[in-house]
């Protein structure tokens, strides 16, 4: 019987041990720059939760699927959805997800990043400028790969090119990993996307990124346009990834949550997976993040509504 003691001893602290764990759900698969980014988050978060995290990938339907898993779960803090924009911005206008705005509370904003539109560096434009006066000298000639229907990457750009008045034909795919592909396979001639699986073709001289979605110009590109530099910067649309709670979350919860996540955000493995990602901490919380949320929503349905992409 002694000799049982010490398993019986390892199998009661490892069944407490995982009771411990708090679990962010990821609506993408694993691998992806979302799944990268929670998983060197949730893991500088551990010391300041004073719990182990581990990652839940449920793809699917645009990241709603896993949003509508997180939105039915226990309001305990014990289980959060890492989130990029468009489970909630973009995608519930094309389709009609399993959860309301009022379902979730929105915790914190950890970071963001502008879509970027590259080209080839043999294409006839050198700058943004010069892009945007060839797709007006030559409409619909050319065609933009996205992360798909409804997705962020596709609105942000479908916004840009409806305020620049010019008409660039959708190719949408599913993800930035199989836009690059086919991009880098010349099966389209702009990349749309996040700026991280591109930034190695524009380090080793194949690709051009021209424009970037953010008003301003950003480090990790440059020499991009941002949408001031065009006389757009109204038309923004960010990239940014959060942590959400199912509604009925204790406000205590959330403002623990809210601080251990900022906290993990100045670490410095943190901190260097974001500047490698392209990618910049921005840090809002609150009423200030639900105003961003709101504004966004409404930025781009009207865009959806204007390629007829609104969910039936």
């Known amino acids: 019987m002694n000799r049982l003691l010490p398993f019986a001893v390892l199998a009661f602290a490892a069944t407490a041990t995982c009771a411990q764990v708090v679990k962010i759900i990821v609506p993408t698969p694993p691998g992806g720059g979302t799944d990268g980014f929670f998983r060197v988050v949730g893991k ?22 896993g949003v509508g898993k997180m939105v039915t779960s226990k309001p305990d ?8 924009s468009s489970p909630l911005t973009a995608t519930p ?14 915790v914190i904003e950890l970071a963001h990043t502008p879509y970027v539109m590259c080209v080839d560096a043999k294409f006839p434009a050198k700058s943004g400028p010069e892009l945007v006066a060839e797709l007006k000298r030559n409409p619909d000639k050319y065609t933009f790969g996205n992360d798909g229907i409804g997705g962020t990457g596709q609105l942000a750009a479908a ?4 305020a620049l008045g010019v008409k660039v034909r959708d190719v949408p795919f599913k993800g930035a990993g199989e836009t690059l592909t086919n991009f880098l396979g010349g099966h389209v001639d702009i990349y749309v996307g996040s700026p991280a699986p591109i930034l190695p073709s524009v380090a080793n001289g194949r690709t051009r990124c021209l424009i970037v979605t953010s008003a301003a110009r950003v480090p990790a590109l440059p020499d991009a346009s941002g949408l001031t530099d065009l006389g757009i910067a109204g038309e923004e649309t960010m990239l940014w990834r959060a942590i959400l709670v ?20 100045g670490m410095p493995a943190t901190r260097a997976y974001v500047e490698k990602a392209g990618e910049i901490v921005q840090i809002r919380k ?6 961003m949320l709101d504004s966004e929503y409404a930025s781009l349905g009207v865009v959806a509504k204007s390629l007829n992409l609104q969910a039936q």
Do not use: C
């Open 44 to 65: 500088e978060a551990e010391p300041f939760l004073k719990q182990g995290v581990i990652i839940d990938n449920v793809p699917g339907a645009g990241g709603t699927i």
């Open 77 to 84: 803090g014990m289980t959060l959805a890492g989130i990029w």
């Open 93 to 106: 206008h094309t389709l009609k997800p399993p959860y309301t705005p009022n379902d979730y509370i929105a």
């Open 159 to 162: 916004r840009v090119y409806r």
């Open 246 to 265: 199912p509604k009925g979350t204790p406000p205590e919860i959330v403002r623990n949550l809210e601080s251990a996540f900022e906290q993990a955000m």
């Open 286 to 291: 609150g009423a200030e993040l639900r105003r």
